[in-house]
């Protein structure tokens, strides 16, 4: 059995630490903004943590914020796009929503595990 990267474990950890604080955020925010200005400011409170705990915990990463953060970016506009791909593809064929969503959940976490890994928080 191949060995699973003991990073990857991290990874998840973090990810679905930040998966909650994206939720309670934009929940406590909607007590006292529209909704869409309440999940818009979530995603970028969420998008913030989520680079701070993957560069200290998930990748524990030695990179500069100056050279890794740029990188983040990329990788989450890399995903943003090959999410967008899936949605387009699937729905275009008339795949079910959630199918579709899942599809592109398991692109994106996957792709973005690995340019984080072997680009943007590589030290």
Same mark, same amino acid.
């Given at each position: 059995?191949?060995?699973?990267?003991?990073?990857?474990?991290?990874?998840?950890?973090?990810?679905?630490?930040?998966?909650?604080?994206?939720?309670?955020?934009? =929940?406590?925010?909607?007590?006292?903004?529209? /909704? +869409?200005?309440?999940?818009?400011?979530?995603?970028?409170?969420? %998008? @913030? $943590?989520?680079?701070?705990?993957?560069?200290?915990?998930?990748?524990?990463?030695?990179?500069?914020?100056?050279?890794?953060?740029?990188?983040?970016?990329?990788?989450?506009?890399?995903?943003?796009? =090959?999410?967008?791909?899936?949605?387009?593809? /699937? +729905?275009?064929?008339?795949?079910?929503?959630?199918?579709?969503? %899942? @599809? $592109?959940?398991?692109?994106?976490?996957?792709?973005?595990?690995?340019?984080?890994?072997?680009?943007?928080?590589?030290?």
């Amino acid at each position: 059995m191949p060995e699973v990267p003991e990073n990857l474990f991290r990874y998840v950890f973090v990810g679905l630490v930040t998966a909650a604080l994206y939720v309670l955020s934009g =929940l406590a925010l909607s007590k006292f903004l529209p /909704g +869409l200005v309440a999940v818009d400011i979530a995603f970028f409170i969420t %998008i @913030a $943590a989520s680079y701070l705990m993957h560069h200290r915990v998930s990748f524990r990463s030695d990179a500069s914020h100056f050279s890794a953060a740029p990188k983040f970016i990329v990788a989450n506009i890399v995903g943003f796009a =090959l999410n967008n791909i899936i949605a387009w593809a /699937g +729905l275009g064929m008339h795949v079910n929503l959630v199918i579709v969503q %899942i @599809a $592109a959940i398991g692109t994106v976490v996957t792709s973005n595990y690995i340019m984080y890994n072997l680009w943007a928080f590589k030290s």
